[in-house]
């Protein structure tokens, strides 16, 4: 799983006690993110290797049976819970925003929800969820949402939406990736045939994605942002953050 990058990068920074004013995840960003908040380093990389060959976890059984690739009963709520307790007090009680994603399928657009009281409703609103062909599933905030890497759009920190001007990406392909068009989009097409504006969504997410990480090379270049990324591809979603100051920071997981 790409995602398990970010775990080294945000348990350092919390180690080296770094604090943001905001973070953004997106799907695998979402579930591992949010330990950020609840400050938790070790975390992530605990329970997925402990976890990780257990079916209840994530398994093709689980993605046929239920819809959900990730079984939503036991990640989002046994193990949270009771195996591998998330300290949701520290999470109520740390002033970093975090904002989880997912995708409007009525629109094609991103949703973004400020998750203040963090829990259930950042995993079951935003944890990973299969592309196809199970229908989109209902947001705990009420929008209909599709799987939540469906509009890797840029992180509002990155566009100047929220006020973050600076930022530093860690992103889990090598920067020189180029996403291509989706060889499932015939399928995707049948599937989502009732949602026109997601297919449509769909259809552009290579170019979106590639527009996003040339937007973050050039923040770079202009000394607005730094950027981490893999030196090689992978063989087997992106962060951004920034220290207080006179100007506001945050991160970003995204895919």
């Known amino acids: 799983m790409r995602g398990l990058f970010t775990a080294g990068v945000i348990d350092g920074m919390m180690e080296a006690g770094i604090v943001f004013d905001g973070a953004i995840g997106v799907s695998a960003g979402a579930v591992f993110g949010c330990n950020y908040k609840s400050n938790q380093p070790g975390r992530v990389l605990r329970y997925n290797l402990r976890f990780c060959k257990d079916p209840r976890y994530s398994s093709f059984r689980s993605l046929v049976t239920t819809g959900d690739l990730f079984g939503a009963d036991f990640c989002y709520r046994e193990f949270p819970d009771r195996l591998d307790p998330f300290d949701k007090q520290a999470y109520r009680e740390n002033p970093m925003d975090f904002f989880v994603v997912g995708t409007d399928v ?69 920067m020189g990736y180029v996403k291509t068009k989706n060889k499932a989009m015939p399928l995707l097409r049948r599937v989502y045939k009732d949602y026109p504006q997601l297919l449509d969504t769909l259809a552009r997410r290579q170019d979106v994605y590639n527009e996003t990480t040339a937007a973050i090379r050039e923040k770079e270049r202009r000394g607005r942002s730094l950027s981490s990324a893999r030196r090689h591809p992978w063989t087997s979603t992106g962060w951004s953050m920034t220290g207080r100051g006179s100007r506001r920071s945050m991160t970003w997981a995204g895919r």
């Open 106 to 174: 009525d629109t094609g657009q991103p949703v973004y929800h400020n998750c203040l009281e963090g829990a259930r409703r950042i995993w079951t609103g935003s944890g990973p969820r299969p592309p196809c062909p199970w229908p989109p599933g209902s947001s705990p905030w009420g929008a209909m949402t599709c799987w939540t890497g469906a509009s890797p759009t840029p992180s509002p920190g990155l566009s100047g939406g929220t006020g973050y001007d600076r930022n530093v990406v860690v992103l889990t392909q090598p």
